[in-house]
């Protein structure tokens, strides 16, 4: 009997309390209070269990306890570093390529079929793209036509705006 645990109130003034618990080393224990807490124990058998606790191992000649814990070390895991400031540059560059794309293609309408440009057009193009593709690449811009196409404003070529675009 060398670690136990009172599982009740006592009024022993005996080991360490820690809650409704007392953790007693009884090697540690003066006589009288030995001989005490055999008496209550006797009274008491079931207010008393062992403790399950592993005994620290005080070491020679007062070297110090190494308290750490076992610890498996594992490498970091390979991470690739992304720049969010070049991530936002090469994003803004394609938006713009996007646009200009989109611009191109408009333009190409308005030479070769005829397309007005007005504030009419823009707004039914720029409404069909927000609820459709939510932005303006060249493929969009042809859907958004085709899918407007009875809307949108035209006014027919002329003879000589034909000839420039090699419509005959």
Known sequence: MSRIIITTHTELRVGRRVGNEVFVDTDELSAADHKALNLWMDAYPDAVRPDPTPAQVEPAHGEPVNTRPDVVERPAPDVEFVDPIAE?????????????QADERLREYQIQQGLVDDQHNANLIR????????????????????ALSHALHWQPLSAFTKRLAGIT
């Open 88 to 100: 936002y540059q090469k994003d803004s560059i394609l938006q713009q390529i996007e646009q200009q």
């Open 127 to 146: 409404d069909w793209l927000d609820r459709n593709g939510g932005y303006a690449g060249a493929a969009n811009i042809d859907s958004a036509i085709k």
